[in-house]
């Protein structure tokens, strides 16, 4: 059995402000309406997936993407059995999120929003393939094995890039 993983960027986030956290910045207005069609889109491609985890950066604008993607899943037929925010997204640690992602089932579907450069370092590392990911983008890889082996190379599904807001 295959896992497929849905990397996520965040949609478009309001810029950094002096005296605000970068973990507190949330997208810009209109951003999560923006990513709906995207998603709704890109989510009616997971033929053979009933269920997934979503997880998200604790980063606001990963939470409030991830928000806009739970009901794409719902909407094509996608339960959701577990949500969850990730530090190691927000951190950019890839070590712990392949551990967290070895620690799921060989069939899972896993959603994960986060960030860049770590979206699209991942993206290389589990199918040795370079995207551009613009905020709100999407990428579909199915994956054979321990997600931790780095001789294991998954295989692109499909992407779909983000809205792109002014």
């Known amino acids: 059995m295959a896992r497929t993983i849905i990397l996520v960027r965040h949609g478009k986030a309001k810029k950094a402000q002096l005296g605000t956290d970068d973990i507190d910045r949330p997208l810009v207005p209109g951003a999560a309406e923006a990513l709906a069609p995207t998603f709704r889109h890109a989510m009616a491609q997971l033929h053979s997936a009933r269920q997934a985890h979503l997880w998200a ?9 991830s928000a806009a993607l739970a009901p794409a ?24 999120f ?28 589990l199918c040795d393939c370079q995207i551009d ?34």
């Open 57 to 65: 950066s604790p980063a606001l604008r990963a939470k409030q993407t």
């Open 98 to 125: 392949l551990d967290e992602l070895a620690a799921t089932p060989d069939d899972a579907c896993v959603a994960a929003v986060g960030h860049i450069p770590f979206m699209d370092e991942l993206l290389t590392r």
């Open 133 to 166: 990911f613009a905020p709100g983008s999407i990428a579909a890889v199915e994956l054979n094995g321990d997600p931790r082996d780095p001789s294991i190379s998954g295989t692109l599904l499909w992407y779909a890039r983000g809205p792109k807001l002014s």
């Open 73 to 96: 899943l719902v909407g094509n037929g996608i339960q959701i059995v577990e949500t969850r925010n990730l530090p190691c997204l927000f951190e950019q640690d890839q070590a712990t």
